[in-house]
């Protein structure tokens, strides 16, 4: 089975288009920057205060990587702690290392990208936590030894160890070898508990889905999502927002507080590493959006979401 996007118009990059950019011959190809070394803010975060706490709260690991804290169950979302991913070595450490980490219910794969679904990180976790996948998944985490695996569909919800989670539409494609292009979902998360409502973008790129699940979904509390990855645009557009775009799918989706990632730790495309949030926060200045409710955080660190606007 073929999976599609809700925008039967997208087509995802082809090899003369990766060769183009990855060549340079194109127009908009810029001087390249660093891929490590780039200091991006980051909090040493030791884990003891998540291990033993009562509230509700979210971390940023870094990239597309957090630790989620609702209702009691300790929530990974498509986490990667390795060192590297092949030639892409990682620019900051994960703001929480495996000593840091509580013990883990629930992990969450967004899409099966290596950048979102790290095989070693993956076993290292162990069969222990239950994993929710995208549709067409579940064979490749059998054969990795874990027992506990929740395939979801578009717009299926479930409640899942007290949580209600909703996988959600995404603008992206999937592919994990030469073999399986499209053959899996890509996708985000919306995870509930008692009111409280989180939203896991994924990777995407603009469609009119973002607002078809603040729709559905009800009012998200804070929202995750990514903001670098975006360069040259000709190339990156169909498959990542770009930080403009982010703040018009935050207005989509009508959440209260943005929550900035997918930056600072891998450079996956020509943009210099440190630059998205500067580019962000121009246009949310731009859109005359309360400060209170856009939050950069630093690899590391931990917000309480009942402290958000």
């Known amino acids: 089975m073929l999976f599609r996007n809700l925008n039967s118009n997208f087509r995802q990059p082809e090899t003369a288009q990766v060769m183009k950019w990855m060549l340079g011959w194109h127009d908009e190809k810029q001087q390249k920057t660093p891929s490590t070394g780039v200091q991006v803010p980051f909090m040493h975060n030791d884990g003891s205060a998540l291990r033993k706490s009562v509230n509700d709260t979210l971390t940023w690991i870094g990239h597309a990587s957090f630790l989620l804290q609702l209702g009691g169950k300790n929530v990974l979302l498509d986490p990667v702690l390795s060192s590297s991913l092949g030639w892409y070595k990682r620019n900051m450490p994960p703001g929480l290392d495996w000593p840091a980490l509580p013990k883990i219910d629930i992990v969450l794969i ?139 799918a935050f207005q989509a989706v009508k959440a209260t507080n943005f929550i900035a990632m997918h930056w600072g730790t891998f450079k996956l495309s020509d943009e210099p590493l440190d630059e998205p949030p500067t580019i962000l926060r121009a246009a949310w200045e731009r859109e005359h959006l309360p400060e209170q409710q856009l939050h950069v955080p630093a690899i590391g660190e931990t917000l309480r979401l009942d402290r958000l606007a």
């Open 110 to 248: 967004t899409h099966n990208h290596r950048d979102h679904m790290d095989a070693p990180t993956l076993q290292r976790l162990g069969p222990d936590p239950v994993y929710v996948v995208p549709q067409g998944l579940a064979p490749w985490f059998k054969r990795a030894g874990m027992r506990r695996i929740i395939e979801m569909a578009w717009w299926q919800q479930l409640n899942i160890e007290g949580l209600n989670i909703t996988f959600v539409p995404a603008e992206h494609w999937s592919r994990r070898s030469l073999t399986d292009l499209n053959s899996s979902w890509w996708g985000g998360y919306v995870i509930e508990r008692g009111g409280l409502r989180v939203y896991h973008c994924g990777d995407s790129g603009w469609f009119d889905g973002f607002q078809m699940i603040g729709e559905r979904c009800g009012q998200i509390d804070a929202a995750m999502l990514p903001i670098g990855a975006y360069a040259p645009r000709w190339f990156m557009r169909p498959q990542h927002i770009d930080p403009n775009e982010a703040v018009k």
